[in-house]
């Protein structure tokens, strides 16, 4: 199985919704399992999201900043878990700017891409389904 991952930093409230980029990740394959999380999730969503992890051959792990001043909660805790798995980690986007996720992947380059432009990131997420 794998695991396609969009967490979003910002207001939960203003947040849409509809989910495209975890639709499209599912539609590409069959084993590709899609979910998100936004920084203000619940420790125990976020506990499920950590099983899902580890249960996966690999984890492609989508966050979007909508709000650089906003702590990115849940965010860190799980790039940090999946930073520590490099067996399940396949791709990391980072979308948007936010300090604190980019001091976060400083050092774990392969991998790891800043994106905001949704096409290369469909592109990048294509590649992954493969």
């Known amino acids: 199985m794998r695991l396609f991952l969009q967490v979003e930093i910002g207001d939960w409230q203003e947040s849409d919704y509809d989910k495209p980029f975890v639709h499209y990740a599912s539609s590409l394959s069959n ?3 899609g979910t ?3 920084s203000q999730s619940e420790a125990v969503v976020v506990d ?3 099983k899902l992890i580890d249960q ?3 984890v492609f792990l989508l966050v979007i900043a909508h709000n650089p001043a906003l702590s990115p909660g ?3 805790r799980v790039l940090n878990y999946l930073l520590k798995r490099p067996e399940h980690a396949a791709v990391v986007v980072l979308c948007g700017d936010h300090k604190t996720m980019e001091e976060l992947v400083r050092g774990y380059e392969e991998g790891i891409h800043k994106e905001s ?3 290369k990131i469909k592109t990048l997420i294509k590649e992954f389904a493969q």
């Open 31 to 33: 084993d590709i399992v």
């Open 36 to 38: 998100d999380l936004d």
């Open 48 to 50: 499920l999201v950590l």
């Open 56 to 58: 996966s051959d690999m």
């Open 74 to 76: 849940c965010a860190a």
């Open 117 to 119: 432009q949704p096409e």
